[in-house]
């Protein structure tokens, strides 16, 4: 089986982070998670590492959750349940406070998670097919676990709205609301990439770190140890709950839920 994270650094310091399913999408499950908290830990031991980028391969960065993998999950115990969605919010956080600037590039899908994920980095560049959103309640589920992100990211005011509706939006909404940084079309996005890649290394590494730390300080992600265990656990019962299963069932049944 292959690698589902890819990690490569280069002589200048700068790790490039690649989900690595396109097959499904670069959906997320335990693999995933686990291979992006065994890179965190990675990243986080080496010295001199300036700048992280984070990418999907194939057509898109990442579609959210696989619900194959979370109906395993669901009707798991409660410990598994609060267990991976503790690793979920770890990851997220992790990425969101790494000591040195990220930049995610996304193309195609960005749904549920993977906008945490873009959330939690520091420059976001869509290409101009990304879409995005955040439709856990249309399956029964919640976001508790990225809201702080989303909430830094977007605003509580649209966070309120997409996270409430579920409703998809294409990158230069995105960009408006705050999610997003650039758009660039398709064929631009790695040399973009690049480009900010290249600017941020021009700046001094220690002083980038500080004013980094400093801004996240004043966070809607910087939320207490108490504030990140209920948001863990009520991200866990959610997913075993009734509505869930609903939800999820008419997903994959192609139908309208029962509500």
Same mark, same amino acid.
């Given at each position: 089986m292959p690698d589902v994270v890819l990690t490569e650094i280069d002589r200048r310091g700068v790790a490039t982070v690649t989900f690595n399913r396109p097959e499904v999408g670069n959906a997320y499950d335990s693999a995933v998670i686990e291979g992006l908290l065994d890179t965190m830990?990675?990243?986080?031991?080496q010295r001199g590492l300036r700048v992280l980028v984070l990418r999907g391969v194939g057509?898109?960065?990442q579609a959210g959750v696989d619900l194959k993998w979370?109906?395993?999950? &669901?009707?798991? #115990?409660? +410990? %598994?349940?609060?267990?991976?969605?503790r690793a979920t919010?770890?990851?997220?956080?992790?990425?969101n406070l790494l000591p040195f600037p990220?930049?995610?590039?996304?193309?195609g899908a960005c749904f549920g998670g993977g906008t945490g994920f873009a959330a939690a980095c520091d420059v976001v560049i869509a290409?101009?097919? &990304?879409?995005? #959103?955040? +439709? %856990?309640t249309r399956w029964g589920l919640m976001a508790s676990i990225i809201v702080p992100q989303l909430n830094d990211a977007m605003s509580v005011r649209h966070v309120r709205r997409y996270a409430l509706t579920g409703e998809r939006f294409g990158a230069h909404e995105a960009r408006r609301v705050g999610l997003v940084h650039e758009v660039v079309p398709r064929a631009d996005l790695e040399t973009a990439?690049?480009?900010?890649?290249?600017?941020?290394?021009?700046?001094?590494?220690?002083?980038t770190a500080q004013t980094k730390s400093f801004v996240l300080e004043h966070a809607w992600s910087r939320i207490t140890e108490p504030t990140f265990d209920r948001?863990?656990?009520?991200h866990a019962a959610k997913r075993r709950s009734a509505e869930a299963a609903e939800g999820v069932a008419s997903f994959v049944e192609k139908r309208a839920a029962r509500w």
């Open positions: 830990d990675a990243i986080e031991a057509k898109h960065f979370l109906r395993e999950v &669901a009707a798991a #115990s409660e +410990a %598994e349940n609060v267990r991976v969605s919010a770890e990851a997220a956080r992790r990425l990220t930049v995610a590039l996304i193309q290409a101009d097919d &990304a879409i995005f #959103s955040i +439709a %856990e990439g690049a480009r900010m890649v290249d600017q941020l290394l021009q700046n001094a590494p220690e002083a948001l863990v656990s009520a």
